[in-house]
């Protein structure tokens, strides 16, 4: 009986299993459709995002949405 039980439930996490990989292959096919990757070069101008920096504002609405330009000094390895 207990033994039933835990190769049905074997079978049923396989199953989960798959369907979480299939759902992160659409995903990921779908991010991808519509991503374009930015490079930028030592000298350009670039705007940064405000959405994780904390300021001194006090209304958020107020605040800018955006810091810069700043030039780019060097650059990094990326992801």
Same mark, same amino acid.
């Given at each position: 009986m207990a033994s039933e039980r835990? #190769? =049905?439930m074997r079978i049923r996490r396989e199953e989960l299993? #798959?369907?979480?990989l299939d759902a992160q292959?659409? =995903?990921?096919r779908?991010?991808? #459709?519509?991503?374009?990757?930015?490079e930028f070069e030592i000298g350009d101008?670039?705007?940064l995002s405000i959405k994780n920096i904390w300021t001194k504002r006090?209304? #958020?609405?107020?605040?800018?949405r955006w810091l810069g330009p700043f030039k780019v000094v060097r650059k990094t390895k990326g992801n």
């Open positions: 835990i #190769k =049905q299993k #798959k369907h979480l292959a659409i =995903q990921k779908y991010y991808n #459709k519509g991503h374009i990757p930015k101008e670039v705007l006090i209304k #958020k609405k107020l605040n800018y």
